[in-house]
C-alpha cells in the first residue's frame, strides 16, 4: 500500500479549504465577505468617540437641565448637550395627579478625554444642588480609570482601600461593576487603577460610591485610554 507524501497531503488539504470557501461565498457571500473586513483585520479595533451619560434621578425641566448646563459650563472638556424638556413654565406646580418619572439622561459631548476630572464634574452638580445617579464612560475600547487619594497616608490606608474594594468582585453577581475587570492600589502614588473590561461602559459613579463608602474622597479620577494591546496588571491580590 502506497501512502501519500507530506506534500500532497498539504496541497490537497489546501485545495479542499479553497474549495469549501467557494462554496461559502457562492451559498452566502456576505458572511464570506465579512471574514476580511476590517473588524476580522483588527482595523476597526479602534476607539470611538468618548461620550459620557449622566444618569439624573431629578430633572424634570428645563429649569434643571439650565442648571446642569450652568454648572458644567466652567469644566472646558465637556459640553451638554441640549434635549427637550418640559418647560419651567409647565411644570410649576407643587403636586401631579399620577405618579412622575422625574428622572432623565443627559449627555455630555467630551472635547479632550485627557482632561474631563469626573470629580470635578461630580463637585460641579453638587455645587448646583443636583447629583447624578450614574455617570458612565462609553467610546474608548481598552482604558483604566485613575482616582487620586489624597489621604492615604499609612500601609493600613491602602491595606483598608483594597480589602474594601474586594468586595465589588461580589456586587458582580447582583449586577454591580460589571465593566471592572481588575484594581490596583499604588500607595506611594495615592492612586487607585480600576481597569475596565474591554469594550465596557463604565459607570464612574460606581467607583466613586465605593471609594466613599469605604472611607476615602477621591481628589481627582481621570480616564486613561490604554494602547491597543497594552498589558493590564492581575488584580491586586
Known amino acids: 500500500m502506497t501512502f501519500a507524501s507530506t506534500k500532497t497531503l498539504v496541497v490537497l488539504t489546501i485545495l479542499w479549504a479553497v474549495a469549501l470557501f467557494g462554496i ?6 456576505k458572511a464570506a465577505e465579512q471574514m476580511w473586513t476590517s473588524k476580522h483585520m483588527g482595523e476597526s479595533a479602534k476607539d470611538g468617540k468618548p461620550i459620557i451619560k449622566l444618569s439624573m434621578n431629578h430633572l424634570c425641566c428645563t429649569g434643571c437641565l439650565s442648571d446642569v448646563t450652568k454648572a458644567l459650563e466652567k469644566l472646558s472638556s465637556v459640553k451638554v448637550k441640549q434635549k427637550e424638556l418640559p418647560s419651567q413654565e409647565s411644570t410649576d406646580m407643587e403636586s401631579v395627579e399620577k405618579p412622575k418619572d422625574y428622572g432623565a439622561e443627559v449627555e455630555l459631548e467630551v472635547t479632550d478625554l485627557k482632561t ?5 464634574i461630580d463637585r460641579a452638580l453638587r455645587d448646583s444642588g443636583l447629583v447624578a445617579d450614574r455617570m458612565e464612560l462609553t467610546g474608548p475600547r481598552h482604558f483604566r480609570l485613575n482616582a487620586e487619594l489624597h489621604h492615604m497616608c499609612c500601609g493600613l490606608c491602602a491595606t483598608g482601600v ?7 468582585k461580589g456586587l458582580k453577581a447582583q449586577g454591580h461593576f460589571k465593566w471592572l475587570d481588575s484594581f490596583v492600589v499604588d500607595k506611594p502614588k495615592k492612586l487607585v487603577t480600576a481597569h475596565a473590561r474591554y469594550d465596557a461602559s463604565a459607570d464612574v459613579s460606581e467607583l466613586i460610591n465605593a471609594l466613599n463608602h469605604i472611607g476615602f474622597q477621591p481628589t481627582s479620577l481621570f480616564a486613561v485610554v490604554d494602547a491597543e494591546g497594552a498589558a493590564t496588571p492581575s488584580p491586586a491580590p
Open 24 to 29: 461559502d461565498y457562492v451559498k452566502n457571500p
Open 116 to 120: 474631563v476630572d469626573f470629580m470635578a
Open 162 to 168: 483594597r480589602e474594601g474594594l474586594e468586595i465589588t
